[in-house]
Nanobody
Framework: QVQLVESGGGLVQAGGSLRLSCATS????????MGWFRQDPGKERECVAA????????YYADSVKGRFTISRDNAKNTVYLQMNSLKPEDTAVYYC????????????????????WGQGTQVTVSS
């Protein structure tokens, strides 16, 4: 069993930055491909960024490319999402998720494939 705990959310003005963290416990995080998802009320939960077990492969949704950076520190069992140039439309609850990947380079973007989820952290961007 893997437990995921997000932190770092909050209220920020448009153009500002936040860094989200996702700490994993229970199993070695390096066995898991990780993803960051977000969900606004009434909308589908979407993958904004994902990273392979090794950290060598990443994925970004078009809406965040060039502004968000996903990274991981396997020694600390932590995954990060650096969010810059934030926009009001980035407002959502952000979730991290883990998938037990069979290869070190696999990146997973489909919500249904993830095995473990954190409780979410609220990000609010004011205009």
């Amino acid at each position: 069993q893997v437990q995921l705990v997000e932190s770092g959310g909050g209220l920020v003005q448009a153009g500002g930055s936040l860094r989200l963290s996702c700490a994993t416990s229970g199993r070695t995080s390096s066995n898991y491909a990780m993803g960051w998802f977000r969900q606004d009320p009434g909308k589908e939960r979407e993958c904004v960024a994902a990273i392979s077990r090794s950290g060598g492969n990443t994925y970004y949704a078009d809406s965040v490319k060039g502004r968000f950076t996903i990274s991981r520190d396997n020694a600390k069992n932590t995954v990060y999402l650096q969010m810059n140039s934030l926009k009001p439309e980035d407002t959502a609850v952000y979730y991290c998720a883990g998938y037990r990947a069979s290869t070190s380079r696999q990146v997973v973007t489909s919500r249904g494939e993830y095995d473990y989820w954190g409780q979410g952290t609220q990000v609010t961007v004011s205009s």
